[in-house]
Nanobody
Framework: VQLQASGGGLVQPGGSLRLSCAAN????????MGWYRQSPGKQRELVAS???????IYADSTKGRFTISRDNAKNTVYLQMHNLKPEETAVYYC???????????????WGQGTLVTVSS
């Protein structure tokens, strides 16, 4: 199973970006999917997560500005980000709990990360 993230880049303060992450491989089922971020010198932190039923959790700092969504048919999670701030410059990682075909229990997988730079 691989998670392939895309959509990062350079954006001005107040701008918007949309991240995507697709899970590929021998997948039986994808459960929770989420986005984390890590800035230099800081711990990785949860940005938002979504269950396969559509329930969501957001970090307090992102509520009202970020929206997480998913397409279960495509095993893909999205993160729409608005009004980005310079302090949100970080590598954004996608995460998913996946049961592989032939496996009884889900395992946690991480994408390779995509860099978001918020700067003028």
């Amino acid at each position: 199973v691989q998670l392939q993230a895309s959509g990062g880049g350079l954006v001005q303060p107040g701008g918007s970006l949309r991240l995507s992450c697709a899970a590929n491989g021998s997948i039986f089922r994808v459960y929770n999917m989420g986005w984390y971020r890590q800035s230099p010198g800081k711990q990785r932190e949860l940005v938002a997560s979504i269950t396969n039923g559509g329930s969501t959790i957001y970090a307090d700092s992102t509520k009202g500005r970020f929206t997480i969504s998913r397409d279960n048919a495509k095993n893909t999670v999205y993160l729409q980000m608005h009004n980005l701030k310079p302090e949100e410059t970080a590598v954004y990682y996608c995460n998913a709990d996946v049961t592989r075909i032939g496996s009884g229990l889900p395992s946690e997988y991480w994408g390779q990360g995509t860099l978001v730079t918020v700067s003028s």
